[in-house]
Each structure stands twice: as C-alpha cells, then as structure tokens.
C-alpha cells in the first residue's frame, strides 16, 4: 500500500500542512502501507502548456505529460499510488496556483477526447483532498464537489475534508485584520481544528483500507 500526499499549501506547518499530515499518519497507520509528503512550493514547475501531445496516438507520447520539469516525477509517483492525499487552502475561491498548476498536468494526460471520454490512468488510486479557508465550510460545497468529481473520475474514488474559520497568524493585534474575531477563531483552532484533523486522519485511514480505529 503505496500513500502519496501532494501539498499545495505554501506554509509547511500551519492549518491545510498539519491536516494532510494528520491524513497521510492515518493511511501510515495501516499495517503495510508506506508513503511520502512533497511540498508544492519546493518546486519549480509550470502548469500545461497546451502541447497536446498526451493526446498523440504515439504509444510512447500518449497519456503523458510531455514537460520536463520538478513536477515529473510528482506525476509519475502520483500515478502510481495507492492511496493520493492532496490538500490545499482555498485561495480567492479555489485551490492554490500551484496546486492548480500541478493538476492541470495530472488530470490533462489521464483524459482523452474520445468519445467515451474515459481516463487513461489504469491504476485507480484513492483520492483524498484537505481543504482549508477562512469562510464558514458550504461556501465551497460547489468548489468541493466539482474537484472532487473530476479527481473522481480521471484518478479514482475520491473523499474530502476540510477545516474553516481557521486561524490565520498567531497575533491578530498585529494585522490590519479587524473583520475577525480573535478571540473566536483562537477558540475554534484549539477546539475543533483537532477534530478537523481527526477527520482528516480517519479519512486516510479509511482510503488506505484500515478499519476505523473508533469502533474497535
Ligand atoms: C492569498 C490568499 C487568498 C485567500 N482567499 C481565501 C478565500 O477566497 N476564501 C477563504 O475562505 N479563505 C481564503 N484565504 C484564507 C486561507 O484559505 C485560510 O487561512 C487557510 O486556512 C490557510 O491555510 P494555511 O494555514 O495552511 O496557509 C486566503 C488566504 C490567502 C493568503
């Protein structure tokens, strides 16, 4: 059981790191899997291009991104996963730029334009996302679904979760901030953010094929 956790946050130890660490420990603690973290921001990567020549009917170009860059062999070990753990915060309502970068040259080799429009990947890994925002957690409901259906259908069966309201800088008496609430959102960090990450570590948990560690 291979895990794979692709982060698109650019701060390796805040809200959306800690929950897709929290995930990938929860597919880590099924007995046999194996996996690793990368970091989105550590690379120097564009998104597609538009060369089209994953769409070559060359056996050697078709299904594959043609770009030669960090990103290749994050799409290789993505494809080739068990279990893909992907996170991101929600900026101006989306995933991040990098985040959105990298899946423009995951999902673009895995679909083709026949007309089953079927995907290409034929190992299905499991997909899991982490989201992370500032705004109450349904004003995505619709960014959520629409990710989640195509990794659903280009990758494999795919889940979420998410943490909102989340706690943005440590002092918020040192920012021009004043729409936020600082004693609430401490509040929320230290008591729902672990259960946010509980959720996001039975989540892994789960993808990676583990019972849930409630019921046992
Ligand atoms: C550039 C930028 C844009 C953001 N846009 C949104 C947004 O559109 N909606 C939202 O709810 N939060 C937004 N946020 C807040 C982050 O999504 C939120 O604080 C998230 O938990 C940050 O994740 P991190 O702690 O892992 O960096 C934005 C933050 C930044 C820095």
Same mark, same amino acid.
């Given at each position: ?23 990938? %420990? ?9 996996? %690793? ?7 120097? /990567? ?15 170009? /078709? ?16 494809? %080739? ?26 999902? /673009? ?83 729902? /953010? ?20 409630? %019921?046992?």
């Amino acid at each position: 059981m291979n895990v794979y956790a692709v982060s698109g946050a650019a701060n390796k130890s805040r809200n959306t790191a800690e929950m897709l660490k929290s995930a990938l %420990e929860g597919a880590l603690s099924v007995p046999g899997a194996t996996g %690793e973290l990368v970091n989105l921001y550590d690379l120097s /990567f564009r998104g597609c291009v538009g060369c089209h020549s994953c769409k070559l009917l060359d056996k050697d170009k /078709f299904a594959k991104c043609a770009m030669r860059d960090d990103l290749s062999p994050v799409l290789e070990k993505a494809k %080739e996963a068990d279990v893909l753990l992907l996170g991101s915060p929600i900026y101006f309502s989306n995933v991040t730029g990098e985040m959105r970068s990298f899946l423009e040259r995951l999902f /673009f080799p895995g679909l083709t334009y026949n007309k089953d429009r079927g995907t290409t990947y034929a190992k299905r890994p499991k997909v899991g996302w982490v989201f992370t925002m500032n705004a109450p957690g349904e004003f995505y409901n619709e960014l959520y679904s629409s990710l989640a259906g195509m990794s659903g259908r280009i990758i494999g069966e795919t889940e979420y979760a998410i943490a909102f309201n989340t706690q943005q800088f440590d002092d918020y008496s040192q920012y021009a901030a004043t729409s936020f609430d600082e004693e609430y959102v401490k509040k929320r960090h230290e008591e729902q /953010f672990p259960l946010d990450c509980k959720a996001a570590y039975d989540m892994g948990r789960r993808l990676a094929g583990g019972e849930s560690e409630d %019921e046992q």
